[in-house]
């Protein structure tokens, strides 16, 4: 087909790539671990540390889990309201707002040097700009771009995200090890502020009565995508919101299981090979690369072979992989190992990709920052798997059968997403009616 309006401004790309830079810093969730590493020792819970560390405390592994969780749930559920701010003040607040809310709170925990300092500092303050920091770029970025790029803008928007591990991850550890715990935290905090505060500037919106580039034939409604910008409160009254909701759970909730248990099927699958048993950092960093990869990856072939088909290919396949994965770490085979978290790591990636491309497609992009923080509900709530696999192991001393339930879980997902065809908004069906 002929495309018309064959080029976009160039302010769309300096959207999508500041989006991205802001979401490499936001993305510090991902790079927890380290941080964990350095607090947890059960044998000296509650002693007081010596050194470059002095000051800190010992931790628990509860204890050191509940920053984390609260940051998840805050982010989640300040989508919202992030969403908001970036639909009706800018997306240039929203995300400088939320990374300089991120960076406060790195700081504050690096200064106070406490348990309580990392629950606020880390878990409240973390968790309320990452999600308005994190609801501002896609949209953004999106906005220029018409519904047969989607998936790609939106890709490689979050792809940011997910590929923070890979930078953050090394360099929070070279600060822990030469400047301590607080030194990472405060050093980090100003890096963010200062990134976040000049690559917010560059997000815009298309003006008014802008028309994105687009293939013939698609500035009229179809299938896949409508023309109609829905408001939220329309979107709220369709079964399809909840379904997208639905589709995201499932589709993260794979994924997070396996980023929560990554280092310990290294350690599990490679007894016999000593060096990767010592260096199970190789699979964490290795799926924050296949996370980032995938966001990009299934955004661009969503385009081609439509949102439904690359949701359903990677939940079938990484269900498989999950089915396989406990005659994976019996065979005792790293390289099997790395194939199927792999898969599992870019069906998660994927998933953050194809969701706010959804969302467009089905509610229109105008109102894209609050509809999808709606849906961005179902990201937060896929955490209860990471969860249930922990209360299943601690009970039968693997994760076996959480492997199976989460595959079975993927195949769910894959019906739920066969079942589910975009809402007709009245607007659409009146005009349906005029034609005839």
């Not at 715990?181 to 980090?188: A, E, R």
């Not at 105008?366 to 999808?372: A, E, P, S, V, W």
Request: net charge positive; charged share 5%.
């Amino acid at each position: 087909m002929s495309q018309q309006n064959q080029t976009v401004p160039g302010q769309a790309w300096v959207t999508v790539f500041a989006g991205m830079s802001i979401n490499l810093c936001l993305g510090i969730l991902y790079a927890w671990s380290i941080w964990k590493s350095a607090l947890v020792n059960t044998e000296k819970v509650g002693e007081t540390m010596t050194g470059i560390n002095a000051g800190w405390t010992y931790l628990n592994n509860a204890q050191a889990a509940t920053p984390f969780s609260l940051c998840v749930i805050i982010f989640a559920l300040l989508m919202i309201p992030g969403g908001r701010i970036q639909d009706k003040i800018s997306p240039k607040f929203g995300a400088t707002l939320g990374g300089l809310t991120l960076a406060a709170g790195c700081i504050l925990a690096g200064l106070m040097k406490s348990y309580t300092g990392i629950v606020i500092g880390f878990g409240v303050l973390g968790g309320i700009g990452m999600g308005i920091g994190y609801a501002a770029p896609t949209p953004a970025a999106l906005k220029w771009f018409g519904p047969h790029k989607r998936g790609l803008i939106a890709g490689i928007v979050v792809g940011g995200y997910g590929g923070a591990a890979l930078y953050i991850g090394g360099l929070g550890q070279y600060l822990i090890n030469h400047y301590g715990i607080s030194g990472s935290f405060i050093g980090l905090g100003v890096f963010f502020a200062a990134v976040v505060v000049i690559a917010g500037q560059l997000l815009k919106t298309p003006p008014e009565g802008y028309v994105p580039p687009s293939l013939e034939g698609s500035n009229v409604a179809t299938a896949g995508a409508t023309i109609t910008n829905w408001e939220p409160s329309e979107a709220l009254r369709t079964w399809q919101l909840y379904a997208l909701v639905a589709m995201f759970i499932l589709t993260t909730q794979s994924g997070l299981l396996i980023i929560a248990n990554a280092k310990g099927l290294m350690v599990a699958s490679a007894k016999n090979m000593p060096f990767f048993a010592a260096n199970a950092w190789i699979l964490v960093s290795f799926g924050g690369l296949v996370n980032a990869s995938g966001r990009v990856g299934t955004g661009f072939y969503s385009d081609k072979i439509g949102r439904v088909n690359a949701y359903c290919l990677n939940c079938a396949v990484s269900a498989l992989c999950l089915f396989s994965l406990p005659y994976v770490i019996g065979t005792q085979s790293v390289l099997l190992l790395f194939f199927v978290v792999g898969v599992a790591y870019w069906q998660y990636g994927g998933g953050l990709a194809l969701m706010p491309s959804f969302t467009a497609d089905f509610f229109g992009p105008k109102n894209l920052g609050m509809n999808y923080g709606l849906v961005f509900m179902g990201w937060g709530l896929g955490f209860f798997m990471a969860r249930l696999g922990g209360t299943i192991q601690d009970v039968t001393g693997s994760l076996n059968y959480a492997f199976y339930i989460s595959g079975a879980l993927l195949v769910a997902g894959v019906i739920l997403a066969q079942l589910t065809k975009r809402p007709i908004h009245a607007q659409e069906q009146q005009g349906d009616a005029a034609t005839v």
